[in-house]
């Protein structure tokens, strides 16, 4: 009988079956390796020399009660303090994502939500538990004595305010390969994941782009920034944790009789297990002149590097009333010589977050002297000598242009799978199940390309290209590939940044019939409740933190908020 191979990894064996991997308990065995290396663990663990540390008295014991946090110091180290079940805990005050506070956010159990973005980690082990964003908290000890609360720093972490979760790295004897096509998070994730779950076979993320994966929000934001300081991870990250990186490389097609994937040179590369995370395209224009010198789609850094150049001092228009458009239109006030923006609705956002928001965002941005023209399309786009020179509405509107930025919508990447079987819906999204599987067997996919069953939906097949919802898609797919059946449960939660002030939105809205409003969306500081059949199915703030993160931990634990609730002048459901 051939042997089959075996790996360990922390307190579980695997062994592969097929393209699966399967872990089994490993205490007996790796209490036998304990013993054979003839040293008494417990003498060894005494004998080691205790790492120095800083310890501060935070608080007295009875200052929290259970389900409340603070934030302390230690050595000028900030730190979040909780207290769950009788017991206190500290870990890293700022969220791994963008250094929000997490004192700010909202605590449930033992898991604690950033109120910007949506970011969750366990309280007691530091660990991410949900999106956005890559690395978990350091954690600290904590200890109790005579009725004071203690927390002791090692002085060499002093300074860390996030962590990198313990991963495995290739072993070239394991013979089995994962293919991740796709260079966005939902690919990353997947990696990360498969390597934090002593995964050690070889895989590869294949993209397009010019660069590795990187933090695609910002472009519409900040279209000036470096690539360096968008990057997810750095180079010598891939390297260390044997994940290679396919960087300007495409795959035109995929057979999944031979587990094969073709590539745009010729070549084809085996698979065992493959993700299909290749995300959105922005929609192209289709009206005359859209091919015009100037006419710009904003899907890449090299975009948005070339819109920002050919933009400042300039006169731009902006097509699309949507996120992209009015962040790119936002973006520009203060750089180009004039903005327009042209939307097929009265206001912008009006089918998403409604009008009256619609409403007071387009008076945002005409302050800073964005023009709009709305419920309107474009006819068509002139030029001279190959160049983009005006822009004509189907009301006859002419707008001077010298660049032209379309946000549109966007198309799922997915004519490669032409012929492969993989069942896509009417717009051309993958389906999935639950654990991300499509219906080929060993093929999942995740992130934008996907339409997937969205619990809080009673499992209405949805297509959300939210970035955060990318991060849990790699995660899930990561762990069934790994036969460790998981499914997607997580919250919608998405943003958007304009005039530097931020939306938040939780949930899922579409087909809602009411909105309810606590503050004043004119006055800019609002929580808006978005109701269907009598519940909030959705909710967007600005100004009113960490409101919308209170509402995304209501929805992950199962909770109907009721239209009643959301009515009520007392809010104090809201306070978990």
């Known amino acids: 009988m051939r042997a089959v191979p075996l790996f360990l990894c922390g307190n ?11 872990g089994a308990a490993a205490a007996s065995v790796s209490a036998d390796r304990r013993n054979n290396t ?21 608080c007295q ?8 946090m603070k934030e302390v110091t230690v050595e000028d180290q900030k730190v979040l ?43 007691r082990t530091g660990d991410i538990e949900e999106y956005p964003g890559l690395d978990s908290l350091p954690t600290y000890k904590v200890n109790v004595k005579d009725g004071n609360v203690y927390v002791s720093i090692n002085k060499k972490s002093l300074k860390l ?18 293919l991740l096509v796709g260079g966005g998070p939902a690919s990353l994730v997947c990696a990360e994941t498969l390597r934090q779950n002593c995964y050690q076979g070889r895989i590869v993320i294949i993209t397009k782009d010019s660069l590795p994966p990187f933090d695609k929000p910002k472009l519409s934001k900040a279209m000036n920034v470096e690539s360096s300081n968008i990057l ?53 224009l289709s009206c005359p002149g859209s091919d015009l010198k100037g006419v710009h789609l904003l899907q890449c850094y090299d975009n948005a590097k070339e819109i920002h150049a050919s933009s400042v001092g300039k006169r731009a228009v902006v097509i699309g009333a949507s996120f992209i458009g009015m962040e790119a239109a936002s973006y520009l006030s203060d750089k180009a010589a004039s903005v327009a923006l042209v939307g097929p609705t009265e206001f912008p956002f009006e089918k998403s977050l409604g009008p009256e928001i619609g409403k007071m965002t387009k008076k945002m941005l005409e302050e800073a002297n964005v023009k709009f023209f709305m419920n309107n399309k474009v006819k068509e786009i002139r030029g001279e000598n190959g160049k983009v020179k005006e822009v004509v509405l189907n009301d006859g ?41 499509t219906n080929v067997p060993d093929i999942f996919s995740a992130g934008d390309v996907t339409s997937f069953p969205l619990t809080i939906r009673r ?6 290209a939210h970035w955060q919802m990318a991060h849990a898609h790699g995660r899930v797919a990561a762990l069934n590939m790994l036969n460790k059946p998981t499914t997607i449960e997580s919250i919608p939660f998405f943003w958007s940044v304009l005039g530097g002030k931020s939306i938040r939105y939780a949930g899922y809205g579409e087909g809602y019939t009411e909105i309810i409003f606590k503050g004043k969306v004119e006055e800019r500081k609002f929580l808006a409740f978005y109701i269907k059949d009598e519940v909030v199915v959705a909710a967007s703030s600005l100004m009113f933190d960490p409101a919308v993160a209170h509402v995304a931990e209501l929805m992950a634990k199962g909770t109907v908020i009721t239209k009643a609730q959301a009515q009520s002048e007392d809010l104090s459901w809201l306070q978990m």
């Open 81 to 123: 303090l909780v207290r769950t079940k009788g017991q206190y805990s500290a870990v890293g005050s700022r969220c791994s994502h963008y250094n929000a506070p997490l004192i700010k956010g909202t605590l449930v159990g033992e898991r604690v939500r950033c109120p910007f973005h949506g970011a969750c980690f366990n309280v």
């Open 12 to 22: 579980t064996f695997y062994r592969r079956t097929g393209s699966q991997f399967v």
């Open 232 to 284: 997810l991870r750095q180079d010598d990250f891939y390297q260390q944790y044997g994940i290679e990186m396919w960087i300007g490389k495409e795959v035109v097609s995929v057979n999944p009789t031979k587990k094969s994937v073709m590539m745009s040179n010729g070549s084809s590369v085996l698979y065992d297990q493959l993700l299909i995370s290749t995300g959105c395209r922005a929609r192209s």
């Open 61 to 68: 014991e009875t200052d929290l009660h259970d389900g409340q």
């Open 397 to 437: 509107t002419v707008l001077e242009a010298d660049v032209v930025i379309a946000g549109i919508g966007v198309v799922p990447n997915t004519d490669f799978l032409e012929g492969s079987d993989v069942a896509v819906d009417s717009r051309k999204a993958v389906i999935v199940d639950k654990f991300m599987r």
């Open 161 to 178: 305010t996030k962590r990198v979760r313990e991963m495995c790295t290739v072993q070239s004897d394991v013979k089995h390969t994962i």
């Open 459 to 464: 499992d209405q097949s949805v297509n959300i």
């Open 38 to 58: 003839g040293i008494n663990m417990h003498q060894g663990v005494g004998q080691r020399e205790e790492q120095e540390e800083v310890t501060g008295l935070v």
